[in-house]
């Protein structure tokens, strides 16, 4: 095809090209006019079915808002309920805990009033051992101390007559307390004035050199005072051979036996024995087995004739005894002849009952008769 001229429109040249150039801006323009028409006829066709499927969607939310109302009504229902029921058990579990809280708080009360008591109690027992450490702070009351227990322990074994505190020797000296043994003039001294004031700064000593000058002290102090038992408690002729050092602790008697060895051989040459409280109670225990042998010897004589008289009235009992089963043998033949008797005169009776009155012929007793 050339381009050649095909026709003039108002002086306007017109080629074939051109003219199927505009051929073609015209299939072009009704195409897309086509176009339009189309998508806006599938744009009413897609809005028709929005607008059924808007109808369907609303219909469907409000069957599921009923749905959902009456659900929602159900559920607030068995809410309801459930806080109901949940409320009813916390209610029941607060008052359960409540009446054991109380419990508790009850006990915990009294336990609190014991645990009062017992402070107060704890109180009054630490004022009482401070009490007693002022009181043995003192050396006269420290002694006093060993002397009560020492005469608790003499009072409760011995008998009044055997001993004696605060006996004055012949010298002026004055034991603790005196005893008298059985058979023998001469007494035991007995001393309670054991020195612990030592003791106590042997105790309280933290360094080594205050231990060994608080050890010095404690030999110094005990030699001291056995060398003064033996010399006021020893007299010859008045006193016996031995005296007796009482010490007031069973821990202290320990500690002196296990740390202090040469000083308890001091006191055995110087014949003076160191006792603890037990063994004091033992030793008071051997004089009153003592004293006891001794009072039955003594009593030797009354006690044989108090036998004699005992056997006297045993053999007179036998007398009586053996009178009182004659007569009760006499009273057994009585009682056999007695029975016999009875017996004869319950078998006569047996044969009296079994008489047989009626006639052996059989004849009538009228007839007899006439």
Do not use: W
Not at 81 to 94: A, I, P, Q, Y
Not at 95 to 118: F, Y
Not at 293 to 318: F, G, K, N, W
Not at 345 to 353: H, N
């Amino acid at each position: 095809m050339t381009n050649r001229l095909l026709f003039e429109i108002f002086d306007f040249p017109v080629t074939a090209y051109q003219f199927a150039a505009a051929l073609a801006a015209l299939a072009l323009l009704a195409l897309v006019f086509f176009a339009r028409g189309a998508r806006r006829a599938a744009d009413d066709a897609q809005m028709a079915a929005l607008a059924r499927s808007h109808a369907e969607l609303s219909g469907r939310l409000q069957t599921l808002a009923e749905i959902l109302g009456g659900r929602q009504a159900d559920f607030a229902r068995a809410v309801t309920e459930k806080l109901d029921f949940t409320s009813h058990r916390v209610n029941e579990r607060l008052e359960t805990s409540a009446r054991a809280t109380l419990g508790n708080l009850s006990a915990l009360n009294e336990r609190l009033a014991l645990i009062d008591a017992a402070q107060k109690n704890l109180v009054g027992l630490t004022e009482e051992v401070v009490g007693l450490k002022e009181i043995f702070a003192n050396k006269q009351t420290r002694g006093a101390f060993g002397q009560g227990r020492m005469e608790a322990i003499v009072r409760d074994a011995m008998p009044a007559h055997s001993y004696r505190f605060q006996h004055t020797l012949s010298t002026g000296a004055r034991p603790d307390c005196a005893l008298k043994l059985p058979g023998d003039d001469k007494i035991l001294a007995l001393d309670a004035k054991f020195p612990l004031e030592a003791f106590s700064a042997l105790k309280e000593a933290r360094s080594e050199p205050e231990k060994k000058a608080a050890q010095a002290r404690v030999r110094a102090d005990l030699s001291k005072h056995i060398k003064d038992v033996s010399e006021r408690y020893l007299l010859p002729g008045e006193t016996q051979d031995v005296a007796i050092l009482f010490v007031p602790s069973e821990s202290l008697f320990a500690e002196l036996h296990e740390n202090f060895d040469d000083v308890i051989q001091k006191a055995h040459r110087a014949r003076v024995l160191i006792v603890s409280p037990s063994l004091l109670l033992m030793a008071i225990q051997v004089l009153q087995a003592l004293v006891r042998d001794a009072l039955v010897r003594d009593q030797a004589h009354v006690i044989q004739a108090e036998t004699r008289r005992l056997v006297e009235d045993v053999s007179r009992l036998r007398q009586r005894v053996l009178k009182l089963e004659s007569h009760f043998r006499q009273s057994q033949e009585d009682v056999s002849a007695i029975l016999i008797s009875s017996e004869k005169i319950a078998r006569t009776g047996d044969r009296i009952d079994r008489i047989d009155f009626s006639r052996d012929d059989g004849q009538d007793l009228f007839e007899a008769a006439q």
